[in-house]
């Protein structure tokens, strides 16, 4: 095959796809293990789920484990949903498990892919759409190397029934909601509350809770949901991550399913 034909299918074959994923149903802000899991399980519930990641690589911050000792921990329900995804793990102490995170991110990352999420890479989120019903109803998308270049370029969007705001300790989606709209997410001061310091049990334990549809057409999950609400960050334990996105893709699926 000659350079122009290699070239001419990847071009075709990337905006094909994205052309495709200009108008689904959910869209996903964060390819970290919150943000890959909801996505692994509306797109296998049949939902059109398109995941925006603004690095170069997948992962988010399981990628490092803790401190960079690449290795993660998990609670029993946390682990179940690994192995659904066929991740080995191993029996630390009664209810605690660890797992290498290169193959957990791995098999979340195939996992979602072959359940039918497309996922982009090298793509920011800067902005959030609003229509008149005051629903969030879709993403502003900008190259990330444009944002790191500071050049001023226009950015391109895509139409989506639900945004899942999975962007870890930073909670950009809801951040930049509050910046344009003011407060008015569901939270205590309907502004982004900000994460508490670690303490890894409590986290856990609010995580879940947190889980919400902050905002018409807006869901948080993962740290993102603890830092807007107002909970501690955990550290390297994984488990509530996993089932946080479990839960976003149950509430994103039935507000596909209502409207
Ligand atoms: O940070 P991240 O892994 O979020 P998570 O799924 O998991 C948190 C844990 O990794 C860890 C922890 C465990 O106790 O506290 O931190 O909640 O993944 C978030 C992803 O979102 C991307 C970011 O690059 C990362 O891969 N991201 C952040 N902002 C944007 C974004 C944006 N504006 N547009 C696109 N992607």
Redesign the pocket.
């Known amino acids: 095959m000659d350079e122009v034909t290699i070239s001419r299918a990847i071009t075709e074959s990337f905006m094909k796809e994205f052309m495709d994923s200009m108008e689904v149903e959910v869209a996903v802000?964060?390819?970290?293990?919150?943000?890959l899991v909801a996505a692994h399980y509306l797109a296998r519930a049949g939902i059109r789920t398109v995941v925006?990641?603004?690095?170069l690589r997948?992962?988010?911050?399981?990628t490092g484990g803790g401190m960079m000792f690449n290795r993660i921990v998990l609670q029993k329900e946390g682990k179940e949903i690994l192995d659904e995804f066929g991740v080995r793990s191993t029996l630390y102490r009664r209810g605690y498990y660890t797992a290498d995170a290169l193959e957990s991110i791995a098999s979340l990352c195939v996992g979602a892919i072959r359940s039918g999420v497309k996922i982009f890479n090298l793509?920011?989120?800067?902005d959030v759409m609003i229509r008149g019903d005051r629903r969030v109803s879709g993403l502003v998308l900008q190259w990330t190397a444009v944002n790191m270049a500071r050049m001023h370029v226009d950015p391109l969007t895509v139409r989506s029934r639900v945004v899942i705001d999975?962007?870890?300790?930073?909670c950009?989606v809801c951040q930049i909601l509050v910046r344009k709209t003011g407060p008015k997410l569901k939270t205590a001061t309907g502004a982004v509350v900000g994460e508490k310091s670690m303490w890894a049990e409590k986290g856990e334990a609010d995580l879940v809770k947190n889980t919400i549809e902050v905002y018409p057409g807006l869901i948080v999950t993962?740290?993102?949901a603890n830092a807007v609400l107002g909970s501690p960050?955990?550290?390297?334990?994984?488990g509530g991550?996993l089932i946080s996105g479990k839960r976003a893709a149950e509430l994103a699926q039935s507000i596909v399913k209502k409207r």
């Open positions: 802000v964060g390819a970290g293990p919150s943000g925006f990641e603004r690095q997948v992962g988010g911050g399981m793509m920011t989120v800067e999975a962007t870890g300790h930073d950009d993962g740290m993102a960050r955990m550290g390297a334990i994984f991550m």
